[in-house]
């Protein structure tokens, strides 16, 4: 029977150091430049190649996990994953769900788009942006009316079949959709700056883990690395904490 038990721990043992050491990340995959998947099926984009670059400088055995935005908080919280790198704006709010790392960059300007020639009043008319969102908020703070999809690409959907006037959304991710449209899609407005810096989302009781990601990232401010992967991907300007 001893010999069972010691078994047990053992095995018990393992599991628990294999768990630590392999680190989940969640993201969304549907939002590039940050993250996304290409038509093989392998995530891509600014956050991939940052969070694969981090596990790297922190020793971590890191895997990718995809999750939908409206759950990717409650999920992590349940231990689906270890960490979100999803274009993530630390807000209080978020705050009070789950833990962030410092920033690893500044969320870009968000923009309007709506269709060409149309005439929009951005401060009353009907606004789309994706559910849960920073720019969701703003847009109910600004007095539009404010109507939510689960995913950023029925944003732009709504208002190509007359759901919304306009969808309010990161600049670098609308940007390619009216480059792409033919003229149907323009920027109308000014842009808008809201939201605080990105970070990694990281549940509170794993602080250890939130410390190996704030060195990875300060390693990466400090060669210039960080600054040369933003650029890279055309992300914002480089990132001020890091000049």
């Known amino acids: 029977m001893k010999k069972i038990l010691i078994a047990a721990v053992f095995a018990s043992f393992a599991i628990s150091t294999v768990y630590a050491d392999t680190v989940r990340m969640g993201t969304e995959g549907a939002y590039m430049p940050y993250n996304g998947i290409d038509d093989n099926g392998q995530f891509i984009g600014f956050e991939i190649d940052l969070g694969n670059e981090l596990c790297k400088r922190a020793?971590?055995?890191?895997?990718?996990?995809?999750?939908?935005w409206d759950s990717i908080i409650p999920n992590l919280k349940?231990?689906?994953?270890?960490?979100?790198?999803?274009g993530m704006s630390i807000?209080?709010?978020?705050?009070?769900?789950?833990?962030?790392?410092?920033?690893?960059?500044?969320?870009?300007?968000?923009?309007?788009?709506?269709?060409?020639?149309?005439?929009?009043?951005?401060?009353?008319?009907?606004?789309?942006?994706?559910?849960?969102?920073?720019?969701?908020?703003?847009?109910?703070?600004?007095?539009?009316?404010?109507?939510e999809f689960a995913t950023p690409d029925e944003t732009i959907a709504a208002v190509r079949n007359g759901e919304a006037d306009a969808v309010l959304a990161d600049d670098a991710f609308l940007k390619p959709?009216?480059?792409?449209?033919g003229g149907e899609l323009s920027f109308a407005g000014d842009s808008v700056?809201?939201?605080?810096g990105v970070g990694m989302g990281i549940r509170k009781?794993?602080?250890?883990?939130?410390?190996?990601?704030?060195?990875?990232?300060?390693?990466?401010?400090?060669?210039?690395?960080?600054?040369?992967?933003?650029?890279?991907?055309e992300i914002s300007e480089t990132f001020p904490d890091c000049k």
């Open 59 to 68: 020793n971590l055995d890191c895997a990718w996990v995809k999750n939908d």
């Open 78 to 86: 349940g231990g689906n994953y270890d960490t979100i790198i999803a």
């Open 91 to 147: 807000t209080e709010e978020r705050m009070k769900e789950i833990d962030f790392t410092r920033p690893y960059t500044m969320p870009d300007p968000s923009t309007y788009v709506t269709l060409s020639g149309a005439s929009v009043n951005l401060k009353s008319g009907v606004i789309a942006a994706q559910t849960g969102t920073i720019q969701a908020s703003y847009i109910v703070d600004s007095g539009a009316t404010l109507v």
């Open 177 to 181: 959709f009216v480059e792409e449209s």
């Open 193 to 196: 700056f809201i939201g605080g």
């Open 205 to 233: 009781s794993d602080s250890s883990l939130k410390d190996k990601f704030n060195s990875a990232i300060n390693s990466m401010c400090d060669d210039g690395s960080l600054n040369s992967l933003i650029t890279e991907w």
